[in-house]
């Protein structure tokens, strides 16, 4: 018999409809019901692709007798953190207060109320390792609950008043300035990993926004170091096994600090993240590898990530069935020795083999490699290499497919936006603006409402109920500018300057702090407010990203002003956590640049429009806003009052108030913008 979840549109929730655990989704019914039979309640937040969240229903939450007991002491939710970033963040910032530590699946008990007052992550089945097994603690849980109520009490209260103890301050105490930014790439410089590439050590995660801080600083000041580092980082991830070597695309991140070993699942936003930063990384540097990664990233998401509706699926997750039913994490990204030669033949086999580092002991499991792309190989066949690489594809895609997330998240969609516009724009690939573009039309369609309010997410073409949170509002918003910039189509300016009031206007606090929710949304225990990214920038740094933008489309001053303000808290945090705020930081270093406004008019077709288009588009100057359309059109308002040069096509270029001489000269716009000299139709 199906538990409450069957009619719910997360795919994750939709895995334990058939639980004998009778789930609830995250819901006022919930904790009304929980008061009624005055119970605590068990709240379990996963998502569909999280490997420990799957082992733990296997061993729990699909056992009858634990489920039984469940079912009768507590009121049991279970929540996607993917589609409530809200109640994630609120109870996980209590768990990491609690143990110091945290992680999916989360476990937490509240009472009624809400309040939290017991904590975990994973619980095994039997105890082990010094952990209680789960049951140990449901046990454990009931009988303080029975019997010392007004310890549980004393306890949830005290959380609860710590919780709101914490609320930010920062915001509206001035920009962050040379120094700051400067104090920031000392900081990223003494956790730099010189000899892997990356920031810190294992696991090491791919720091998107990071490296996109220090190509804008190199961009802005020339600093060579700055751009080692990114460049570095890129082709030590590119060469590694986080990368999937055969069909694009990135892991999560690596268990190691080579880059060796991936956690396999494959997240939307980190390709959209990294597809961007490469191909920034080639803009900046016309690298071959780049463009290649950036390209094969690109064409990942569009052909296993695109949904029917257009848009874009959440994840691939990490397990696969092995071929004998069992399911095995990187079961369909790894090889041995013998299913190469099986593939390829002796010859190719062991040409194969040491190309991409597979060994005979294995570097992941069991014999198994994580195909790499080891340095210092000399200079290889390429015809080889596709052969070679074709035919593993093929036998790869034979294998039992791992499963797939196929809500479509608002955020995740905006990143995947802004990314594949650009790369399509800067590799002369028009399918992938339309895919850019597809992707933008649905967001527009079924997640915005006539009031300009996002729902959070949509799956199979329905519309989830939950409201978007800040950073759906500040990624959708980049994405459209993004979109605006390389189409020359003034309505994507428009649609993010309908988000963008309604960050304004339910988003912004006092002093120019920013909240994750919606003044009018769902009240939690406390109103989620994190500044510092986590696998994606945060939501205020991205508000505050796509506020300054919009600015600079528009001369809008209060947009300008909430940018500033929410830029105080990359102030306070650069200098002393650059790794955790490093989308702020790029988007101070846009505002330490302008950031320039960049108009080119010119005839619709005409060779000259489109090669100082072209030109603007690859400027690496950071944040430079670029409008494009015919002399006089009403498309963007960077284009009034700017008449065609001698009759010719025309560029111009002002910031903070002041313009240059408009050019119909490729060349000179190129080198008032910071364009790397890649011959425009060279690809």
């Given at each position: 018999m199906p538990n409450r979840l069957a009619h719910e549109t997360s795919p994750y929730l939709l895995q334990h409809a058939d639980n004998p655990v009778d789930w609830w989704p995250w819901s006022p019914e919930a904790f009304e019901e929980a008061r009624e039979r005055d119970v605590p309640v068990l709240l379990s937040v996963g998502y569909s692709s999280c490997h420990w969240c799957?082992?733990?229903?296997?061993?729990?939450?699909?056992?009858v007798t634990t489920a039984a007991y469940m079912n009768a002491h507590f009121v049991n939710i279970k929540v996607d953190r993917e589609e409530r970033p809200d109640v994630d963040a609120v109870y996980m910032e209590a768990v990491q207060a609690a143990?110091?530590?945290?992680?999916?699946?989360?476990?937490?008990?509240?009472?009624?109320?809400?309040?939290?007052?017991y904590f975990g992550t994973y619980f095994p089945p039997e105890p082990r390792h010094g952990m209680a097994s789960f049951m140990q603690v449901l046990e454990g849980v009931d009988a303080a609950w029975t019997g010392r109520r007004e310890e549980v009490a004393e306890v949830a209260g005290r959380i609860v008043r710590e919780l709101a103890g914490r609320s930010l301050a920062h915001g509206g105490d001035g920009v962050p300035g040379e120094e700051e930014l400067a104090q920031a790439l000392l900081g990223l410089t003494r956790e730099y990993d010189a000899k892997w590439g990356g920031f810190g050590g294992a696991p090491k995660f791919p720091q998107s926004m990071v490296v996109e801080f220090l190509l804008r600083h190199h961009a802005r000041t020339g600093a060579e170091g700055a751009?080692?580092?990114?460049?570095?980082?890129?082709?030590?991830?590119?060469?590694?096994?986080?990368?999937?070597?055969?069909?694009?695309?990135?892991?999560?991140?690596?268990?190691?600090?080579?880059?060796?070993?991936?956690?396999?699942?494959?997240?939307?936003?980190?390709?959209?993240?990294?597809?961007?930063?490469?191909?920034?990384?080639?803009?900046?540097?016309?690298?071959?590898?780049?463009?290649?990664?950036?390209?094969?990233?690109?064409?990942?998401?569009?052909?296993?990530l695109r949904t029917v509706e257009g848009g874009f699926a959440s994840a691939l997750d990490a397990d696969s069935d092995d071929g004998s039913g069992k399911h095995v994490e990187g079961a369909f990204y790894v090889w041995t020795p013998d299913q190469l030669r099986e593939v390829l033949g002796e010859s190719d086999a062991a040409f194969a083999a040491q190309y991409f580092g597979v060994t005979d002991e294995g570097t992941f499991e069991e014999g198994a490699?994580?195909?790499q792309l080891p340095q210092g190989g000399g200079v290889v066949d390429a015809g080889r290499?596709?052969?070679?690489?074709?035919?593993?594809?093929?036998?790869?895609?034979?294998?039992?497919?791992?499963?797939?997330?196929?809500?479509?998240?608002?955020a995740w969609n905006g990143l995947a936006i802004a990314a594949l516009a650009e790369t399509g724009a800067y590799f002369d690939r028009p399918d992938l603006v339309e895919r850019a573009t597809e992707a933008a039309d649905l967001l527009v369609r079924l997640h915005l409402d006539d009031a300009a309010r996002l729902a959070r997410t949509s799956k199979d073409g329905r519309t989830?109920?939950?409201?978007?949170?800040?950073?759906d509002y500040g990624d959708v918003a980049e994405g459209f500018l993004a979109l605006a910039a390389v189409t020359g189509e003034g309505a994507w300016l428009e649609f993010a300057g309908f988000l963008l009031d309604i960050v304004l206007d339910q988003f912004v606090g006092e002093s120019g702090t920013l909240f994750d929710t919606a003044h009018d949304a769902e009240q939690l225990i406390r109103r989620p407010q994190d500044p510092t990214d986590n696998a994606t920038p945060s939501g205020w740094t991205a508000a505050a990203g796509a506020l300054l933008s919009y600015a600079a489309h528009t001369g809008s001053e209060a947009h300008r002003t909430?940018?500033?303000?929410?830029?105080?808290v990359v102030k306070a945090l650069g200098p002393r956590a650059p790794r955790f705020v490093g989308w702020g930081l790029a988007v101070a270093e846009a505002l330490l640049d302008g950031p320039r406004e960049v108009a080119v008019v010119g005839p619709e077709g005409d060779e000259r429009t489109a090669r100082l288009h072209r030109t603007a588009l690859l400027g690496t100057a950071p944040g430079a806003v670029v409008a494009t359309g015919a002399a006089g059109g009403g498309e963007f308002p960077l284009l009034a009052d700017r008449p065609l040069v001698d009759g010719q096509a025309a560029a111009y270029v002002c910031r903070r108030f002041v313009c240059a001489a408009p050019t119909t000269e490729a060349d000179v716009l190129g080198s008032e913008l910071g364009v790397f000299r890649v011959d425009a139709d060279d690809f």
């Open positions: 799957h082992v733990m229903a296997h061993e729990s939450f699909e056992d143990t110091g530590q945290g992680g999916w699946p989360m476990t937490v008990f509240l009472t009624a109320g809400g309040e939290p007052f751009l080692q580092m990114a460049a570095d980082t890129c082709e030590a991830m590119a060469r590694g096994g986080i990368y999937d070597q055969l069909g694009g695309g990135f892991a999560r991140y690596s268990v190691d600090r080579e880059w060796v070993v991936p956690h396999f699942e494959k997240m939307l936003y980190d390709n959209a993240l990294l597809c961007r930063v490469y191909a920034h990384l080639w803009r900046a540097t016309g690298s071959d590898l780049a463009r290649r990664v950036a390209l094969e990233t690109a064409d990942f998401m569009v052909r296993e490699s994580v195909l290499i596709a052969s070679v690489r074709q035919r593993l594809l093929a036998a790869r895609d034979l294998r039992p497919r791992p499963g797939r997330d196929d809500k479509v998240v608002a989830g109920a939950n409201a978007g949170v800040l950073e909430a940018a500033e303000g929410a830029l105080g």
